[in-house]
């Protein structure tokens, strides 16, 4: 049995507290991060994330939401409500389409978003001992 494709579309305003909810539920889940925002303000920022950035979602109802700044080709956030069932896979495959290199970073101790980035042809590039929330990341890009 193969498992369908979710749908990717561009996140509109009422796609915010979903998204935010992801990002909740994984901070909750990660006992090696410190949360900074409430679900407010997360929500908050989605949203006026809108205007700047393409901001992409899964599903329906949203399962997966990935943030991209096509001026520097940086991914700039995915998270998916249930790894390993491809939604993930789904957001990088749609934000690929057209382009020949991609960034991101990651937080060090997220080893199982290392591998899927790996699975996914990014390969470190980067360490910064300490990035925005105070934890080492890796700069990870992607070549086509």
């Excluded at 901070?27 to 393409?54: H, K, M, Q, S, V």
């Amino acid at each position: 049995m193969t498992v369908a494709k979710p749908l990717v579309r561009r996140a509109g305003p009422s796609d915010a507290a979903a998204c935010a909810n992801i990002i909740v539920d994984w901070l909750e889940a990660t006992p090696w991060i410190t949360p900074r925002f409430t679900r407010a303000e997360l929500t908050g920022l989605i949203r006026d994330g809108l205007a700047i950035r393409e901001i992409y979602v899964a599903g329906d109802p949203v399962t997966g939401y990935l943030s991209f700044n096509p001026e520097a080709d940086h991914v700039v956030a995915l998270y998916t409500a249930q790894p390993g069932q491809g939604v993930g896979k789904a957001l990088m495959d749609h934000v690929k389409v057209g382009r020949s290199y991609l960034q991101l970073w990651t937080h060090e101790p997220n080893t199982s978003a290392h591998r899927f980035y790996s699975r996914e042809g990014f390969e470190v590039v980067e360490r910064k001992v300490e990035g925005d929330d105070g934890l080492p990341e890796l700069r990870m890009e992607w070549r086509a």
